[in-house]
């Protein structure tokens, strides 16, 4: 097997180890592959030779058991040549971290519009290859060392943003930009490539249900990236209508929800259609509109026009409608697949913060305690939101409630630790973070607030 510099140049190796013989003269590092069984099988359904199920820390065998399950290392990215190197590898090094990614259920937002027949269509050579290594970028965790992944992560992801932006628009390009995005650490490239995303969607025709799309997958595929785009853009928006660049009132794609309704919307501001009952997806999208409705309207209100009685009666019938398994608590954390938790977190966040806003002009007792329970939901999925890949929701939330527990005398030592434990979060806005909960000053307004984010910076402007 030839080592993974000399297979990216496309010469022959002579495949000595531990570096081969091309590799010691010209003075570079020499990494191999490592076997696809290492990668994906637990070490005792190996030696057993069973059918691994993949899943980490404990496969479902090993579970069954009561076995310990270990897994055996497959690092062998070190630095940055050899990343470059497996960048620029052939099909079949890249459908390796592919299949992995397929098989460990990747995060949500970055996942739920991967058709599950992305693998066999890679191996048909249907897939295109920036699409290809977005979805490998998710396992980059197999073969980098903990200590680097977040720091390669973030180089692969730069490169593939790179070579997507410059290539012709198509579904795979637009998907692979949209992985791209959430797997990025930074809120100004957020901010930026919101608007691009949007136009390609416009332009490939997401925002529309199209007759001559037969293939179910590729009809959900589509409704799901633009619904994404969507999601991300009223995060990112602020309540700003000039920010807003996925308008609600162009999208006639079919909203995220098992089925279809024609009766009246119950909601009195301009939300998704509803259809009863709220599954996870279709609330976010619900959730992310209602958030920018009631920015939106704070700022009309603060501004001497307007109303909050429209947004007030929207979100507490939201908190009516919503099914047993989508209220928080522990056991529904607990209940749902590993990779929708962080989500389900940060949309109990948002729900808080939205309330939050909602009670800026009535006092500081409601306040404090939603700011309590925003820092205890916090607190305790700590573990879970240090994965998290989206962390914009988190940032602005425990940055409000910090605010108002220390103009309350309270210590807000978990919520620093819950933000800096965030490994995925924007350093700037971590940096932003820390610098004002630690130096203890009194918060003017919403001052410190627009510092986290360019759209906030914006908005009070206008």
């Known amino acids: 097997m030839s080592c993974l510099a000399c297979r990216s140049r496309k010469i022959q190796c ?8 091309r590799c010691l003269k010209s003075d570079v590092p020499c990494y191999y592959k490592p076997q696809p069984t290492d990668s994906l099988a637990c070490v005792q359904c190996k030696r057993g030779r069973r059918r691994c199920s993949r899943t980490k820390p404990t496969c479902d065998r090993c579970r069954q058991l009561g076995k310990k399950c270990e897994y055996p290392s497959a690092v062998t990215v070190q630095s940055i040549e050899v990343l470059d190197a497996l960048y620029d590898a052939p099909t079949s090094e890249i459908e390796m971290l592919c299949e992995s990614t397929m098989h460990r259920d990747p995060p949500f937002f970055a996942g739920n519009f991967l058709d599950r027949r992305f693998i066999c269509k890679l191996r048909e050579g249907q897939v295109s290859m920036p ?27 730069e490169r593939l943003l790179s070579d997507s932006l410059l ?4 579904l795979d390009h637009l998907q692979a930009l949209l992985i791209t995005l959430i797997c990025a650490r930074s809120s100004i490239k957020h901010f930026l490539l919101i608007p691009v995303l949007s136009r390609m969607a416009y332009g490939l025709i997401l925002n529309h249900e199209l007759n001559w799309v037969k293939d179910p997958f590729e009809k959900e595929r589509r409704r799901r990236m633009v619904w994404n785009i969507f999601v991300l853009d009223k995060i990112y928006a602020a309540g700003v209508p000039e920010f807003v660049s996925c308008n609600i009132g162009l999208l006639s794609s079919r909203p995220p929800s098992a089925g279809l309704t024609s009766e009246p919307s119950p909601f009195r501001t ?16 619900h959730l992310a509109q209602l958030q920018y409705n009631t920015l939106n309207a704070v700022k009309l209100v603060e501004s001497g026009t307007g109303s909050l009685e429209d947004v007030a009666h929207d979100l507490h019938l939201t908190l009516d409608l919503l099914p047993d398994n989508l209220r928080y608590s522990a056991a529904n954390v607990a209940a749902l697949p590993a990779n929708h938790r962080s989500l389900f977190v940060n949309m109990h966040l948002l729900l808080l913060l939205n309330q939050r806003e909602l009670n800026r002009l009535e006092g500081p007792a409601r306040s404090l305690d ?5 820092s205890a939901i916090a ?29 309350a005398g309270l210590d807000v030592k978990s919520n ?20 004002e909960l630690c130096e203890d000053r009194l918060f003017g307004g919403l001052l410190s607030l627009s510092e986290l984010h360019p759209a906030h910076n914006l ?4």
């Open 14 to 21: 002579d495949a000595t180890k531990p570096q081969c013989l």
């Open 459 to 462: 908005s009070w402007c206008i």
């Open 167 to 170: 290539s012709v628009p198509s």
């Open 379 to 407: 607190r305790d999925n700590s573990h879970i939101l240090a994965n998290s890949r989206t962390t914009t929701t988190l940032a602005f939330a425990l940055f409000e409630a910090s605010k108002i527990m220390l103009h």
């Open 416 to 435: 620093i630790d819950v933000m800096t434990g965030a490994k995925w979060a924007d350093p700037s806005v971590v940096n932003i973070f820390l610098r």
């Open 270 to 285: 301009q939300l998704p259609r509803y259809v009863a009952p709220f599954n996870l997806f279709s609330l976010v999208v």
């Open 370 to 374: 939603l700011a309590l329970a925003i």
């Open 131 to 157: 699409l290809a290594k977005a979805v490998a970028g998710l396992s980059l965790d197999l073969v980098v060392p903990e200590y680097r992944l977040v720091s390669f992560s973030n180089y692969w992801y």
